[in-house]
């Protein structure tokens, strides 16, 4: 009687162990497969204009002056112009710069990257708030920001 038991335990133990690996074959094989991000396809570089401070329409002057000090990402239509603006909040020095080294558009966005670029040397500890504007052609697609 103990030995039909044994067999039958090994069998389970067995069947147990070939469905734990099935299962952790097929997690491993959605996770490599089916939860991989498909990144847009560029269709075009978008052209833009870096917007000097005296450009920029007055209201949109008080949107960024009251979000300065902290991170903000924005966009603002003024008649068949969009401005992309990005600010990197409170800053303890003076001397930073921002590129945006992609600005393209998708099927679905325009997408736009910026980098928040350090200052160079030793500058004086003066409080600053970088922030960048640009223009391009107004254009009905969401922006995303990288």
């Known amino acids: 009687m103990f030995a039909d038991n044994s067999k039958m335990n ?3 133990v067995y069947h147990l162990i070939c469905r ?3 299962i952790c074959l097929c997690a491993l094989f ?7 991000s498909k990144k847009e396809e560029r269709l075009q570089e978008i052209d833009f204009t870096v917007v000097d401070d005296d450009e ?3 209201e949109l002057k008080t949107i960024i002056d009251q979000k300065k000090t ?11 112009e969009l401005y ?19 600005v393209y558009l998708t099927k679905e966005n325009i997408v736009v990257t910026s980098v928040l670029l350090g200052p160079e040397g030793e500058e004086p500890a003066n409080i600053s708030y970088p922030y ?6 107004y254009r009905p697609e969401p922006v995303l920001f990288q």
Do not use: H, W
Not at 73 to 79: M, N
Not at 132 to 137: D, L, P, T
């Open 10 to 12: 090994k069998r389970n």
């Open 20 to 22: 734990v690996i099935s």
């Open 30 to 36: 959605c996770l490599s497969f089916g939860c991989t």
């Open 56 to 58: 920029i329409p007055e």
């Open 70 to 80: 902290g991170e903000f990402k924005l966009t603002y239509a003024d008649q068949d």
């Open 84 to 102: 992309i603006v990005v600010g990197y909040g409170k800053q303890l020095t003076g001397g930073y710069s921002i590129q945006f080294p992609d």
């Open 132 to 137: 960048a504007v640009i223009k391009i052609e």
